[in-house]
């Protein structure tokens, strides 16, 4: 285990996680708000992006572990880290029978402490469809602050034309615990 909180662990993630991360988050309760909800969530598909992002150097990925159980219980990612500038967008998912747990929360947390107390970034930052209350609740757990809102900017299947809104948080910011 890389990182251990109270109820969360990140790990790594490895070629044999393909069919758990495969079996638990390509559902549409889960992809619902990410982006492109049309496309096809195959095995193969969710096979190629594990691969991808283990050879990606913009992305850094580890599976969220549920601690009372030991199962792989979801996943967090920095994409389109910028290391010039100090940038990244956090992205997450959990499993729905683990949700309600904390270890969103608790996993992004981690994640926090990685981006920047070890890749030393400046500036994370995520996308999140209004409607998705669930990750608006764990970013401001995080302390995360809401620092825009583009309206109408994307459609949702079952929810039709909603906005996106922007959170960020500064390392100055996490550091401080403000
Ligand atoms: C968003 C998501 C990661 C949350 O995972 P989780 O492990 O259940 O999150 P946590 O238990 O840490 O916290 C969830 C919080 O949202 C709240 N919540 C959950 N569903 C909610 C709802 N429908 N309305 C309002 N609040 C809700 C919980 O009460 C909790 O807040 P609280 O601690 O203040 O009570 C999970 O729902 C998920 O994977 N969703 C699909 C993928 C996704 O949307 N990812 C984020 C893209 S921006």
């Not at 109270?6 to 044999?16: C, E, N, P, Q, V």
């Not at 967090?76 to 997450?92: C, D, H, K």
């Not at 922007?166 to 996490?174: C, L, P, Q, V, Y």
């Amino acid at each position: 285990m890389i990182y251990k909180g109270k109820r969360a662990g990140l790990d790594y993630i490895t070629f044999s996680d393909v069919d758990r991360i495969h079996e638990c988050l390509s559902r549409p309760e889960v992809y619902r708000f990410l982006a492109s909800p049309w496309r096809l969530r195959t095995r193969e598909r969710t096979r190629k992006r594990i691969e991808a992002l283990l050879e990606s150097t913009d992305r850094v990925g580890f599976k969220i572990v549920d601690l009372s159980t030991g199962e792989n219980a979801g996943v967090v990612t920095l994409s389109r880290i910028n290391y010039r500038v100090g940038r990244a967008e956090i992205g997450y998912r959990i499993c729905p029978r683990h949700r309600g747990k904390g270890l969103a929360t608790e996993g992004v947390k981690l994640m926090l402490k990685h981006a920047f107390e070890v890749l030393n970034l400046n500036l994370v930052y995520a996308q999140v469809k209004e409607p998705n209350v669930a990750s608006q609740r764990v970013l401001i757990k995080n302390g995360f602050k809401l620092v825009g809102r583009i309206p109408q900017y994307t459609i949702v299947p079952g929810y039709g034309r909603v906005a996106l809104l922007i959170f960020a948080i500064t390392r100055d910011s996490f550091l401080s615990g403000a």
